[in-house]
């Protein structure tokens, strides 16, 4: 059972490693900044008033969040655990997942903090496509824009220009630096270094979780 967080600048490799991880776990992968983006394209209410903040680099207002995370950790495939990516971005936001988990009898069990410098996250974010369809990361200046994993088209993202990054990575420091500290007090905190290789990083975060986890799908019989 593994009950994550995931932390850590914007381009950082949250979603990379969450990814990576959701399958190696075998446990849902939820990223807020995916469901606002669906909400975004599907036109609806949400979507109009998530986007607002999005183009912009500022947070979508914590109850709106908040609300999502409830209803989504509700659903029946979160029961065996779950990896939030991109949530919580606040205090308020980290204390109502701890109430919200409590209310069902559960707890988290570790919050990953993927660490990278400022200046590195901006660097990332100016390089980088992303998938349409599976929403895999990868470096732009390659020019092909077809994604190798599933056929979708690789573009950048809205929010990943210039001015709209570096509003983001100061969103972080000012407000999501301290829900670091809030885990980090209460001992749920383990921090890796972002700035190694996709593939060291999350080999790292495998043999440092599985001890958390109980056992991952590769101990199934
Ligand atoms: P991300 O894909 O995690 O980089 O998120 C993209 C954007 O979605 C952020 O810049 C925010 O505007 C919004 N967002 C995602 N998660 C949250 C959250 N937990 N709280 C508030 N806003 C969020």
């Known amino acids: 059972m593994l009950r994550a967080v995931m932390l850590g600048l914007p381009g950082a490799g949250k979603g990379t490693q969450a990814r990576l991880l959701s399958i190696e776990f075998g446990i849902p992968h939820i990223s807020t900044g995916d469901i606002f983006r669906g909400a975004v394209q599907s036109g609806g209410l949400l979507g109009l008033e998530a986007r607002r903040y999005i183009e912009k680099g500022e947070l979508v207002p914590d109850p709106i969040a908040i609300q999502i995370v409830v209803d989504r950790l509700d659903e029946p495939d979160c029961r065996q655990g779950f990896l939030l990516d991109g949530f919580p971005r606040t205090v308020l936001q980290a204390e109502s997942l701890d109430q919200l988990l409590f209310e069902r009898d559960a707890a988290l069990g ?33 020019g092909d824009r077809t ?11 809205a929010d990943d220009d210039e001015e709209t990054a570096k509003r ?6 000012t407000e999501t630096a301290q829900v670091v500290e809030y885990y980090r007090a209460r001992g749920l905190l ?18 440092r979780l599985s001890g958390l986890a109980g056992r991952s799908r590769h101990d199934n019989p």
């Open 110 to 142: 570790v919050a990953i903090n993927i660490r990278v410098s400022p200046g590195e996250a901006i660097r990332r974010i100016a390089g980088r496509g992303v998938c349409a369809s599976c929403q895999t990361v990868w470096r732009m200046d390659a």
């Open 147 to 157: 994604c190798p994993v599933c056929g979708g088209r690789i573009s950048r993202r």
């Open 190 to 207: 383990l921090e890796c270094d972002g700035e190694k290789a996709v593939e060291e990083v999350f080999q790292e975060l495998c043999s």
């Open 168 to 173: 983001r990575v100061q969103v972080y420091l």
